[in-house]
């Protein structure tokens, strides 16, 4: 029974690392939002069709919320640092224009 409990952690744990640490990924200055996220998201959000990339709630669904939460990340989310300024702008714009709000 232990080994199937620690066979059923491990990959949990792995998953959890692999989206909760920093990131060090630099946009290229002519990056458009969508070639950021198809670069630096997609890893973890796959987009739900061709014209939604992800499903947001109300309290993020604004483009200082978005900005902060991929800067800084949170328990399950890297931080993405390196999109600054207008990339980090064209994200977040890509982001609000396609994505559904919860």
Known sequence: MKTFKFALTLPALLILVGCGASR???PPADATGENIFSSACTECH????????????????NKEALIK???????RMPAFKNIQGEAADRLADYILKNSQVK
């Open 24 to 26: 060090d990924y630099t």
């Open 46 to 61: 796959k987009p739900l069709s061709a014209n939604v990339a992800m499903n947001l709630s109300e309290k993020i669904a």
């Open 69 to 75: 939460k991929f800067q800084s990340g949170s328990m």
